[in-house]
């Protein structure tokens, strides 16, 4: 509990972005630049969306986390309920970027589909007929992808300058919280080799993904730097000798230390195995995202990560 009231004192302000006008005319009487149309991958809106669907759990959790959830009205199957503060809210479930429930998106009224896969022309073009835009939100396999991703919702929702000027905002504040991070690692171990595995024994965080990236953050050699795809080779199977183990928890951590792969390895051998709750990373959400890297930082390093007790702040 005290390890949740100190990540939430790191994010403090995360949210808090500054109060900026619209589009429209200054204080002064002077035409300001308009804030629509926005264009987004092809994909041009024309005014600012009141109601949206999202037919991905990554979009719904991270459009709450930006502070915009409150125009969701239709999620995808796979969605959790976004948090209302209590409210009551039927949300419309609308079936999934594969296999969209076009019935059910059309009930909800929205202006905007978000989709993190292309939809299929078929479907494109009856969402169209229903005077709706479909704007693609892709998983983002780098931070600068992830904070692109962040700046497209901002500006859809916002609009070309509110929005560029709330997002550019948040990510000033994102990537302070990054470089808190950088500071403490940079005050642990060094020369440690790591490899972040999961769903399968094999697959592990290669060079082109987030997080592998994430791994050379918190001052790691990544195991996988080499390799694509989040697999690693089958013949160099008995080469695997990492000092640290991540495992997202699509796996058990039984399963890890027993294995074949690993059960000899430095990591194993010295107690350093330590899991990762995976959809933080699948859903490559703000907050969500920063408190696993910071999780990972301080199962590496807690005591460049202690922070001290403060009982007049409650922690």
Request: charge should be negative.
């Amino acid at each position: 509990m005290r390890n949740q009231k100190l990540f939430a004192l790191l994010l403090g302000g995360l949210m808090a972005l500054a109060p900026l006008t619209g589009c429209g005319q200054s204080t002064d009487g002077q035409q300001t630049t308009p804030d629509y149309p926005v264009e987004i991958s092809g994909t041009k809106i024309l005014e600012m969306p009141k109601i949206v669907v999202s037919l991905s759990p990554a979009i719904t959790q991270t459009l709450e986390e930006l502070g915009m959830g409150g125009r969701i009205a239709g999620i995808s199957d796979y969605c959790q309920t976004p948090d209302t503060g209590g409210e009551e809210y039927n949300f419309q479930r609308c079936g999934t970027a594969q296999n969209p429930d076009l019935t059910a998106i059309g009930r909800t009224g929205a202006d905007v589909v978000f989709t993190p896969d292309t939809l299929t022309n078929e479907n494109l073009i009856q969402l169209q007929q229903m005077d709706m835009d479909v704007v693609v939100i892709p998983a983002a396999s780098s931070l600068e992808g992830v904070k692109n991703n962040y700046m497209d919702l901002f500006r859809v929702m916002w609009g070309e300058t509110t929005g560029k000027a709330k997002g550019e905002t948040f990510a000033q504040t994102f990537d302070s919280k990054l470089e808190e991070i950088r500071s403490r690692v940079a005050q642990g171990e060094t020369g440690l080799t790591a490899a972040f595995v999961g769903p399968a024994l094999l697959n592990i965080a290669t060079g082109d993904t987030l997080e592998g990236e994430v791994l050379e953050l918190l001052g790691l050699e990544n195991w996988g730097a080499p390799y694509t795809d989040f697999v690693y080779p089958k013949e160099k199977e008995i080469d695997l000798m990492p000092d640290v183990l991540f495992y997202n928890q699509l796996m058990t951590r039984d399963a890890i230390v027993g294995s074949s792969c690993y059960k000899t390895t430095p990591a194993v051998v010295n107690g350093r195995v330590y899991a990762v709750e995976a959809s933080d990373f699948e859903n490559q959400a703000p907050l969500s995202l920063l408190r696993a890297i910071w999780q990972m930082g301080e199962d590496l390093y807690p005591e460049a990560f202690y922070i001290e007790p403060r009982p007049d702040r409650g922690y």
